[in-house]
């Protein structure tokens, strides 16, 4: 019984959505400027430009966040961050997530 309230709880913890606010339809929207580089379905033709297509939702929202807040510095796409709000970003990161 104790091993099943803590599976429970652990699963809890997994499915408490930390990206919740992300909306996948409206991050589908805001992607169209994306698209540009990083291909219409997340996969770029470029060898310069990385794939997000399928990419954890966590780890494109901390890059997101790192592009935009000068942490991460790239003179391509560090400008394509500066724009975005925190919600554009968790809207994003469910789109190229759920690639
Ligand atoms: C003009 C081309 C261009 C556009 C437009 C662009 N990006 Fe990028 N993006 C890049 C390049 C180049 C990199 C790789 C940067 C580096 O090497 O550090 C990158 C990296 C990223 C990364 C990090 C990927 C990783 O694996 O670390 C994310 C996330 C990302 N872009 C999201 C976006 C989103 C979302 C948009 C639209 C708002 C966007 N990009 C628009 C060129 C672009």
Same mark, same amino acid.
């Given at each position: 019984?104790?091993?099943?309230?803590?599976?429970?709880?652990?699963?809890?913890?997994?499915?408490?959505?930390?990206?919740?606010?992300?909306?996948a339809e409206a991050g589908k929207a805001k992607s169209?400027?994306?698209?540009?580089?990083?291909? %219409?379905?997340?996969? /770029?033709?470029? $060898? +310069?430009?990385?794939?997000? &297509?399928?990419?954890?939702?966590?780890?494109?929202?901390?890059?997101?966040?790192?592009?935009?807040?000068?942490?991460?510095?790239?003179?391509?796409?560090?400008?394509? %961050?500066?724009?975005? /709000?925190?919600? $554009? +970003?968790?809207d994003?990161? &469910?789109y190229?997530?759920?690639?």
């Amino acid at each position: 019984m104790k091993k099943l309230m803590t599976a429970a709880a652990a699963l809890a913890l997994l499915s408490a959505p930390a990206f919740a606010a992300g909306d996948a339809e409206a991050g589908k929207a805001k992607s169209a400027v994306c698209a540009a580089c990083h291909g %219409a379905e997340g996969i /770029s033709a470029m $060898d +310069i430009y990385p794939n997000l &297509a399928g990419q954890k939702a966590g780890y494109l929202v901390s890059q997101l966040k790192q592009f935009r807040d000068g942490e991460r510095s790239n003179p391509i796409m560090a400008p394509m %961050a500066k724009p975005l /709000s925190d919600q $554009d +970003i968790e809207d994003l990161a &469910a789109y190229y997530s759920g690639l």
